[in-house]
């Protein structure tokens, strides 16, 4: 009775014993994985800050009295640009079903594949957007290159242009990561590659920081600005060094 129960729940699980076990693992962790990181915030920031100067890359924003708390700013700031990501990104669904159903029966295919490629597009200047070298440029930073060619061929499409010019306006707050991703492509994909790997739970504690320091000294080995200093340089703090 016991070996029929048991050939019961082997029928009925839909996935192999050990991928059941990972994904149970994964959704136990990520949550208490961001608890943490919402309360030590802070130490990360240190720990970015100094790297940042150790290996001469763009300065990052460290904290003068680095504390566990809940960063309500930081919250709020991450909050906005994930909405920005995702009223950017929106507009690419329809697009891409446009693109893919002349395919007829392999449209489901090539929707796939765009989209695939829509999603890692975003992935890319969402890494890039680490480092606070990619917000120098600010409001003079230009449209990313799909939308630079939509304006460019609908320009002379009186009603059709309005959709592009629309799709630039609620972009235009991710201008900045997306113009510094274009001056170093193949680097910065390597880099996003490697936040993907690392994003496992409790890795990712260690990797966080690692981020936008890596960010900086690929724009910067590109050649993108960096920005203006107003005050002295600070040093890094005694004894940590990577050179």
Known sequence: MHDKDDD????ARTLPLPLEWILWLYGITWPVQWVVVLLSRDYDDLFAGQLAL??????EESPANPRPRLDFKWLWVQARRRVQA?????????LVAMLSYPFGPGAKVVSTVLGGLWLTYWWLVG??????????????????????GLLKWTERIPVVRAVPRLWGRVTKPLYP????LETAPVALSGLALFRA???????????????????????????????????????PAPGFTLR
């Open 8 to 11: 019961d729940d082997d029928e």
């Open 177 to 180: 990561p997306a113009e510094a």
């Open 86 to 94: 995702l009223i950017a990104w929106a507009p690419g669904v329809p």
């Open 54 to 59: 150790s290996a001469g890359a763009a300065r």
């Open 197 to 235: 790997i690392a994003s496992i739970p409790l890795l990712a504690l260690w990797v966080r920081p690692l981020l936008p320091v890596a960010s900086s000294l690929l724009l910067a080995k590109a050649g993108h600005p960096r920005p203006r200093v107003t005050a002295p340089e600070p040093q």
């Open 127 to 148: 890494t890039t957007a680490k480092s606070s070298l990619a917000w120098v440029a600010g409001a003079e930073a230009g449209p990313p290159f799909f939308l630079r």
